[in-house]
């Protein structure tokens, strides 16, 4: 992927990661607390990602498939 | 200290570093748990080590931050969940995550002058947000709307073989509207079709 691609394509995987993905219970070691500090650095992460692309001109389609389909 | 990034029933190995702790019948793809470095090259890292896995195999990706003590504990977690885990594994097999957000010039908050302005902007937003994303869903396994500022945010499961012709419909709305922009990113591991399994 191009760096300008894995700009736009930040704020999907961000969005993924922070509301994704399976919960398993078992013996999750991470405490909840830093769990939250996570998500908050990925959400201010994703917030400046999306203002900077709102900002500029607006990318299109042809410029943001981010990866060859499978 | 292990991290789970994945659950799978395909027994293939995978590479290094990635290593699969087995139960049940299922397997965690597992790496050593890092220092938890939020920088973009690191997720990024973890994304591709996820998405070589996902070109080998169907999987369901575990939650960011799913982090046990040893490898006891991921068995453990798989041997209490496995049907559950199963059922989801199989909700998401042959298929995987397409991404789109749209932009709309138009400002996002409708500048309005009275309320019936704002109202019927606002209804007009959620047509045009309708109308893309309704032929999608269709060519979709399944689909769902997620938030955001922009006119539409969604994520799509797709079968893979199904990928190509969901890319021509996606080119085909934008090429008919060139007033919106849309972006569209993946194939994604289906993390958005993997978090209702829950604990």
Not at chain 2, 26 to 50: H, I, K, N, V
Not at chain 2, 111 to 117: I, P
Not at chain 2, 147 to 172: H, N, P, T, W
């Amino acid at each position: 992927m191009t760096a300008a691609g894995r700009d736009v394509a930040l704020v999907d995987l961000v969005d993924r990661l922070i509301g994704g993905g399976v919960v398993i219970a078992g013996d999750i070691t991470l405490a909840v607390a830093d769990v939250d500090l996570v998500y908050v650095s990925l959400r201010a992460l994703v917030t400046s990602v999306a203002t900077a692309e709102q900002e500029q001109i607006l990318p299109r389609m042809g410029d943001a498939l981010a990866r060859d389909p499978l | 200290m292990i991290e789970l990034l994945a659950i799978t029933d395909d027994a293939t190995p995978p590479a290094p570093p990635v290593r699969a702790v087995a139960a049940a019948g299922l397997s965690a793809l597992c790496t050593p748990a890092d220092t938890r470095e939020l920088t973009r090259e690191a997720l990024w890292r973890r994304e591709e080590l996820l998405e070589e896995l996902m070109a080998g195999r169907d999987l369901l990706p575990v939650r960011f931050g799913t982090v046990v003590a040893d490898e006891r504990a991921a068995e453990r977690a798989l041997a209490e969940r496995r049907d559950e885990l199963a059922a989801g594994l199989d909700r998401v097999r042959g298929a995987v995550e397409l991404a789109l957000r749209v932009h709309s010039e138009e400002p996002d908050g409708p500048q309005a002058s009275s309320g019936r302005d704002y109202l019927s902007a606002r209804s007009r937003r959620a047509e045009a947000a309708r109308e893309l994303h309704e032929p999608l869903a269709a060519i979709a396994r399944e689909s769902t709307v997620l938030r955001g500022e922009e006119l539409l945010r969604a994520a799509y499961l797709v079968d893979r073989a199904a990928v190509d012709e969901f890319v021509a419909a996606v080119r085909r709305l934008q090429d008919e509207r060139p007033r919106l922009a849309l972006l569209c990113t993946g194939p994604w591991p289906p993390y958005s079709f993997a978090r209702e399994v829950s604990p």
